[in-house]
């Protein structure tokens, strides 16, 4: 069977890595050129490349060069003696995935709070979160690097008011909250760190810092329940506030 190889890069992953390229075979089995993709996948328990193609939901016979591989019904099918991967398997996979990070989301309120907030002592311009990042009015936010910069995030990161159960510099991704503006969009998810605490602040109660609360950036464009999904618990490494 000869074969013709044109290389393009394709990434792809589950619990398993590989890389490809499309493929010409002029098969001397149906008679005719046709297409095909190959894929090289190796797994945490084998170091050992396998080589996948379909062509037209065909198994190409007499292949000496690549495993012979072939779509049946449902399955890929390896006939290599050494291993089977079945779709219904990586379905499987991605189920558990899925369901480790369900347990990661749980139902939150989310509140806003500035600097300017009714209780903060002392108002001037400028105050402080209680993992002791600097805020002002008109400059911002400081950042890691010491330098301000406008607008309500650190790092890249919205800053939020958790009960004290949850570690400092954990951050969340938070979904199906009903905001917009400052960069926030209603029907995206934005990412949040822990940076803040709040005496009214218990439970699954998040306060989002939005600068000066008399200038409020942020319409609430719809009431409802937000789902908290918990990226990082606490620092990273160790390392505080690690980015």
């Known amino acids: 069977m000869k074969r ?14 590989c890389n490809g390229y499309s493929e010409y075979i002029y098969d001397d089995v149906f008679g005719k050129q046709q297409d095909a993709m190959v894929m090289h996948i ?14 037209h939901n065909s198994p190409i016979k007499n292949n000496r060069v690549l495993k012979h591989i072939h779509r049946v019904f449902d399955k890929l099918v390896i006939n290599s003696g050494i291993k089977k991967i079945t779709l219904s398997f990586l379905k499987e996979i991605q189920a558990q995935q ?9 139902p939150a309120s989310i509140t806003t709070y500035g600097i300017d907030c ?16 600097a805020l002002d ?15 309500i995030q ?14 400092m510099c954990s951050i969340f991704k938070i979904s199906n909250h009903g905001l917009s503006g400052a960069g926030i969009k209603v029907e995206q998810p934005f990412y949040a760190m822990v940076m ?20 409020n950036p942020l319409q ?15 620092g990273n490494n160790g390392q505080g506030c690690a980015l």
């Not at 013709?4 to 890595?17: A, D, N, P």
């Not at 903060?120 to 979160?129: A, D, H, K, L």
Request: aromatic fraction near 10%.
């Open 4 to 17: 013709k190889r044109m290389l393009f890069g394709v990434v792809c992953s589950l619990t398993l890595f």
């Open 42 to 55: 190796t797994d945490e328990n084998s170091r050992l490349p396998k080589d996948l193609f379909q062509v």
């Open 98 to 106: 899925e369901a480790e990070r369900q347990k990661r989301i749980i």
């Open 118 to 133: 009714v209780g903060c002592q002392s108002y001037n311009g400028r105050g402080g979160t209680a993992m002791g990042i």
């Open 137 to 151: 009015a008109s400059l911002g936010v400081m950042q890691p690097n010491g330098e301000w910069k406008a607008g």
């Open 154 to 167: 650190y790092g890249g990161y919205y800053i939020i008011a958790a009960d004290p159960s949850i570690p």
């Open 196 to 215: 803040d605490r709040g005496g009214a602040i218990q439970g699954n109660h998040f306060d989002l810092y939005i600068g000066l609360q008399s200038a």
């Open 220 to 234: 609430r464009i719809y009431v409802s329940t937000a789902n908290a999904e918990l990226i990082r618990y606490g």
